[in-house]
């Protein structure tokens, strides 16, 4: 009865369903374990202490950036050199802006230095001026920034002196020298030449690693496991559904509950045939 299962036109349907279901079941496996993994970072950065209760350790202990190292308290020791602001970031839901300032180390590498935030937009706000000489500061370490970090502006078309978004890559092309791929925000801004009362700058907390969180980034992942095992199941159910009927179809035409199309076909052309033969046959025999 399913032997037409080995049929041209089934051996197609066959490699799909083959092809298909596997193919579903692996990336609904794929997107399961990246929802795992954020769920996990998410668990590990609950756990983990607030960054003022851990000690500080050199800035190059603690590079690169990862979900572990993101937040901890890193100190770097040089002098400031350019100083940048950077728009559009908001404080406790007011509007204002950053202010960053490059600190050259000894070791020739400058680190990217939020020392604070400031209301207002830049060029209407007085900005406090950074310490001069040697300095070591004590910030909370960050990732450079990416497309995907809140408040960043990709547009461009900045006047000078401003910063869209905090990153190495596109600090390199504002500064002559290299740049660590991290940056830090103080604390404490009045070590840091906070400034006066009404001028002072505000400390930009920490934000928690990017991907170590339950947003809806994880919670699409979830959605495209369903989504991808709803596909395999389908595939299968009409491989099932497709199967049955053709084996139903084959047995009611043995039972002979329906007409074998092909049967008639050769059975009406038999019959074509005997009814052209006597119709000549008496042709010619009136011609006769």
Same mark, same amino acid.
């Given at each position: 009865?399913?032997?037409?299962?080995?049929?041209?036109?089934?051996?197609?349907?066959?490699?799909?369903?083959?092809?298909?279901?596997?193919?579903?079941?692996?990336?609904?496996?794929?997107?399961?374990?990246?929802?795992?993994?954020?769920?996990?970072?998410?668990?590990?950065?609950?756990?983990?202490?607030?960054?003022?209760?851990?000690?500080?350790?050199?800035?190059?202990?603690?590079?690169?950036?990862?979900?572990?190292?993101?937040?901890?308290?890193?100190?770097?020791?040089?002098?400031?050199?350019?100083?940048?602001?950077?728009?559009?970031?908001?404080?406790?839901?007011?509007?204002?802006?950053?202010?960053?300032?490059?600190?050259?180390?000894?070791?020739?590498?400058?680190?990217?230095?939020?020392?604070?935030?400031?209301?207002?937009?830049?060029?209407?706000?007085?900005?406090?001026?950074?310490?001069?000489?040697?300095?070591?500061?004590?910030?909370?370490?960050?990732?450079?920034?990416?497309?995907?970090?809140?408040?960043?502006?990709?547009?461009?078309?900045?006047?000078?002196?401003?910063?869209?978004?905090?990153?190495?890559?596109?600090?390199?092309?504002?500064?002559?020298?290299?740049?660590?791929?991290?940056?830090?925000?103080?604390?404490?801004?009045?070590?840091?030449?906070?400034?006066?009362?009404?001028?002072?700058?505000?400390?930009?907390?920490?934000?928690?690693?990017?991907?170590?969180?339950?947003?809806?980034?994880?919670?699409?992942?979830?959605?495209?496991?369903?989504?991808?095992?709803?596909?395999?199941?389908?595939?299968?159910?009409?491989?099932?559904?497709?199967?049955?009927?053709?084996?139903?179809?084959?047995?009611?035409?043995?039972?002979?509950?329906?007409?074998?199309?092909?049967?008639?076909?050769?059975?009406?052309?038999? /019959? #074509? @045939? +005997? %009814? *052209? !033969? $006597? /119709? #000549? @046959? +008496? %042709? *010619? !025999? $009136? /011609?006769?």
């Amino acid at each position: 009865m399913y032997r037409f299962l080995l049929t041209p036109r089934w051996w197609g349907i066959n490699l799909f369903a083959v092809l298909a279901i596997p193919l579903c079941v692996f990336m609904g496996t794929w997107q399961l374990g990246r929802f795992e993994d954020r769920v996990q970072s998410h668990e590990q950065a609950t756990k983990q202490p607030a960054p003022g209760a851990r000690a500080a350790k050199p800035l190059d202990d603690l590079l690169p950036v990862d979900t572990v190292t993101s937040g901890r308290p890193a100190t770097a020791t040089g002098r400031y050199a350019d100083q940048f602001l950077v728009p559009g970031r908001e404080l406790d839901d007011r509007s204002g802006f950053y202010v960053l300032n490059m600190l050259r180390t000894d070791g020739g590498k400058a680190l990217p230095v939020v020392r604070g935030w400031l209301p207002g937009k830049p060029g209407h706000t007085p900005v406090p001026a950074a310490p001069t000489g040697e300095v070591t500061v004590t910030g909370d370490l960050q990732a450079s920034e990416n497309t995907g970090t809140a408040g960043v502006d990709t547009a461009g078309g900045l006047p000078d002196g401003q910063l869209g978004i905090i990153s190495a890559a596109s600090l390199v092309n504002l500064v002559p020298y290299d740049v660590y791929d991290a940056w830090v925000t103080l604390q404490d801004t009045e070590s840091s030449g906070g400034g006066a009362e009404g001028s002072a700058l505000r400390p930009v907390p920490a934000v928690a690693p990017q991907g170590s969180g339950l947003d809806l980034k994880a919670f699409q992942n979830l959605g495209y496991t369903g989504e991808w095992f709803v596909f395999a199941a389908f595939v299968l159910f009409m491989w099932f559904r497709l199967a049955r009927r053709e084996a139903e179809a084959a047995r009611d035409v043995k039972l002979g509950l329906v007409p074998d199309t092909d049967t008639d076909a050769d059975t009406d052309t038999d /019959t #074509d @045939t +005997h %009814a *052209g !033969t $006597r /119709t #000549d @046959t +008496h %042709a *010619g !025999t $009136r /011609t006769a």
